[in-house]
């Protein structure tokens, strides 16, 4: 069985599958501190809670926090008997090229996307990921990485809103009726809300137009399904984008890497 591992910046995401079956997901807040025994506790807690027997002997990482990779990587040895497969990793084969400039280390999150975007949507993709940040990647015909867009996350900007103005308070995410707020939380949700409906609208416009060719824009992440019931932003919501990448990324290295 593979555990497949989506670490982000706030959340830490654990899926096991069995072949191409699902078998179980269990979320964690990202700790780069927490250990091996501690994931490892954890994890066989809530498989026995739910009568789930597994049997991993593969495992595969895409991680924003390389910190984090340390401990994961000693879960691997120490309790699974295996070496993780780490995304960005030049071990580790994705099957799409990536095209950027030199030097640049790619947040493994997008490489993911890409490969799953391209899997299930083909190419000239835009994918949206609403998590910490909210990022845009842009994928070409041929499913290489081009680049994209880095904006700071939904929860992010009304969480700094908060740290930064001594009367703003702490306010959660949600499609508020008016434009106009008529109190302090209305009128903060306003700001983020349709701001971010405006900054999606506006890059997308923009990639297409810099591609020169007709693109599908799909979304991904927790908050997505706020943002697709708004307005028409987006071809298709994914709700299991980064893991299905990851499934993908694992296969193609079972049939094309070195360990194969
Ligand atoms: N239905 C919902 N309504 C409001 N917030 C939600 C809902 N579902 C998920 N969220 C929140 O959306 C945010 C984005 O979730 P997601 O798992 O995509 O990314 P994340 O964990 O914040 O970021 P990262 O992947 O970078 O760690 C999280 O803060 C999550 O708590
Ligand atoms: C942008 C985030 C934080 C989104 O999770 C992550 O993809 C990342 O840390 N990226 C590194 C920089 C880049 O992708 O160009
Ligand atoms: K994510």
């Known amino acids: 069985m593979l555990l497949a591992v989506d670490c982000g910046n706030t959340n830490t995401v654990f899926s096991i599958y069995d072949g191409e079956k699902f078998v179980g ?4 807040a990202t700790d780069w501190q927490r250990t091996a025994d501690q994931y490892y506790v954890w994890l066989n807690t809530l498989m026995r809670l739910q009568g789930i027997e597994a049997d991993i ?11 984090v990779v340390f401990n994961l990587r000693v879960l691997a040895d120490r309790y699974f008997n295996t070496r993780p497969l780490v995304v960005g990793k030049p071990e580790c ?13 790619v947040g493994p999150d997008r490489l993911v996307n890409t490969v799953s975007g ?3 949507h083909g190419g000239n993709l835009i994918v949206v990921d609403f998590g910490t940040a909210t990022t845009f990647d842009v994928v070409a015909e041929d499913g290489a990485y081009v680049g994209g867009v880095i904006a700071p996350g939904v929860n992010l900007s009304l969480e700094a809103l908060h740290q930064a103005a001594a009367a703003l308070p702490h306010v959660d995410i949600s499609k508020p009726e ?8 209305a009128c903060m949700q306003s700001g983020v809300f349709w701001g971010y409906v405006g900054l999606v609208r506006e890059i997308c416009t923009r990639i297409k137009a810099e591609r020169g060719v007709p693109m599908k824009v799909i979304s991904t992440g927790g908050l997505a399904p706020l943002f697709q019931q708004s307005a028409d ?3 298709a919501y994914e709700d299991d984008l980064t893991m299905h990448g990851l499934q993908i990324i694992h296969k193609y290295n079972k049939e094309n890497g070195t360990d194969a």
């Open 25 to 28: 997901m269990w979320r964690t």
């Open 57 to 67: 002997t593969d495992m595969i990482i895409s991680s924003t926090v390389p910190r």
């Open 93 to 105: 084969l994705l099957p799409v090229a990536v095209r950027v400039d030199e030097g640049t280390a």
């Open 118 to 120: 391209f899997d299930a």
């Open 178 to 185: 008016n434009v106009i707020g008529t109190n302090t939380v």
């Open 233 to 235: 932003l987006f071809d």
